[in-house]
């Protein structure tokens, strides 16, 4: 028996605060490769598979870049 998740991973949160302007879009793009390791690596150490992390088409609210990391858990 397995499990899946699809979660959407907002960096505006995870990348914390002192990396987002006023409005609270994230300042540097180049911090969303790290923030990809950073997701997976947490996956992982948590016992998921990692089958996709993929660039949302549609941004956020504010006009943040966002994602998707679809994982696997057997059970």
Do not use: H
């Not at 879009?25 to 948590?46: C, G, H, S, T």
């Not at 990692?50 to 858990?73: A, C, R, W």
């Amino acid at each position: 028996t397995d499990g899946k998740i699809l979660s959407l991973v907002k960096p505006q949160f995870e990348l914390g605060a002192e990396n987002l302007n006023r409005s609270g879009i994230v300042k540097d793009p180049n911090l969303y490769p790290r923030l990809e390791k950073e997701m997976i690596e947490f996956a992982r150490i948590n016992n998921f598979s990692v089958l996709k992390y993929l660039t949302s088409q549609v941004p956020g609210k504010d006009g943040n870049q966002e994602f998707f990391i679809y994982l696997k858990k057997e059970f």
